[in-house]
């Protein structure tokens, strides 16, 4: 069983920074994909980017694109995502989600989620 846990969440202000880390209890070497959704009050949950785990090559939401950027460290198990220029509209709850298929559609392993508010 794998288990992921995020923290870095917290309160900033538009146009500040953070930097989230979701930590793999397991090793994750046959993760597919590891990924970053989010979720604000009242919206569906929403694809914010992914990072192949063997190759890391990244993918991100438009949305996002040229914000954020997903790193990861292999021998640490562990993913980032590093989020720029924060609009209160990126306010929502961060959850990481891991995979061993080659699609992050339907992750089969998720986090508790962070929460990450942005003020105006």
């Known amino acids: 069983q794998v288990q992921l846990v995020e923290s870095g969440g917290g309160l900033v202000q538009a146009g500040g920074s953070l930097r989230l880390s979701c930590a793999a209890s397991?090793?994750?070497?046959?993760?597919?994909?590891m990924a970053w959704f989010r979720q604000a009050p009242g919206k569906e949950r929403e694809f914010v980017g992914a990072?192949?785990?063997?190759?890391?090559?990244?993918y991100y939401a438009d949305s996002v694109k040229g914000r954020f950027t997903i790193s990861r460290d292999y021998a640490k198990n562990t993913m980032y995502l590093q989020m720029n220029t924060l609009k209160p509209e990126d306010t929502a709850v961060f959850h990481c989600?891991?995979?061993?298929?080659?699609?992050?559609?339907?992750?089969?392993?998720w986090g508790q989620g962070t929460q990450v508010t942005v003020s105006s």
């Open positions: 989600a891991a995979t061993r298929r080659p699609t992050w559609s339907e992750p089969e392993y």
């Open positions: 990072v192949r785990w063997s190759t890391g090559n990244t």
């Open positions: 397991a090793r994750t070497f046959s993760m597919y994909f």
